[in-house]
């Protein structure tokens, strides 16, 4: 059973251009979310993905996008970076929507916006 | 507007002794809390959770403990072991998938 895994592990991007981070689940979990951790804050939510759908988001703005593919696979989409959105982002996969299940994290990917 | 406190940044404890993690919480619909432990380059790592109708929780090492009324649950490492030095996050789930997450607190267990 592999784990959940990210890519890139890190990343350098200027303000104003795009950037697509790659999550891939863990094996038979359908629903992944998407978080935010700024140096010395926790985790953020983003958004949520069940099923190919967007079933959750948090207080970010729309230039924050998401996809799940039909493998459970998950994109996070940035347009127009910004300086603040310099960050750890970690997608946590589980097994159902909502409810008590046990969100397992990737090791993240750290981008640097400059 | 943080719903979910963990006001030390940081503990540092003597191998064998007690940690004790505090976490406080505002928002009353929350019904269920997680804790997770972070090392440096690796994601957050499930630890232990509570329903809101029950006070004590136990897994081994770990008790976590709901006080309701007061808004607040700490977590219990004992005895503590110097592999426990981590960062730990508190969570809270309100009747659906959000999950927020406190700053963490930095655990050093010395031995």
């Known amino acids: 059973e592999t784990g959940v895994t990210q890519s890139p592990t890190h990343l350098i991007k200027t303000r104003g251009q795009q950037v697509t981070l790659r999550c891939s689940s863990q094996?038979?979990?359908?629903?992944v979310s998407w978080y935010q951790q700024a140096l010395g804050q926790g985790p953020q939510f983003i958004f949520q993905?069940?099923?190919?759908?967007?079933?959750g988001r948090g207080n970010f703005p729309p230039r924050f996008s998401g996809l799940q593919f039909p493998n459970y696979s998950s994109e996070l989409n940035v347009n127009a970076l910004e300086l603040d959105d310099s960050a750890l982002y970690l997608c946590?996969?589980?097994?159902?929507?909502?409810?008590?299940?046990?969100?397992?994290f990737g090791p993240g990917t750290r981008l640097l916006v400059l | 507007d943080q719903q979910v406190k963990q006001n030390s940044p940081s503990l540092s404890v003597q191998e064998g002794r007690i940690s004790i993690l505090n976490c406080d919480y505002t928002n009353s619909m929350f019904d269920y809390f997680l804790w997770y432990k972070k090392y440096p380059a690796e994601g957050p790592t499930f630890l232990i959770s509570?329903?809101?109708?029950?006070d004590k929780n136990e897994d081994g090492r770990f008790t976590v403990f709901l006080n309701k009324s007061a808004k607040h649950l700490s977590l219990h490492i004992v005895p503590s072991q110097p592999g426990d030095s981590a960062v730990y996050f508190c969570?809270?789930?309100?009747?659906?998938?959000?999950?927020?997450f406190g700053a963490g607190t930095r655990l050093f267990v010395k031995a």
């Open positions: 509570i329903s809101s109708i029950k």
């Open positions: 094996s038979g979990h359908n629903t």
């Open positions: 993905y069940y099923r190919e759908e967007e079933n």
């Open positions: 946590a996969s589980s097994a159902n929507e909502g409810g008590g299940e046990t969100q397992y």
């Open positions: 969570a809270a789930r309100g009747g659906g998938f959000k999950t927020i």
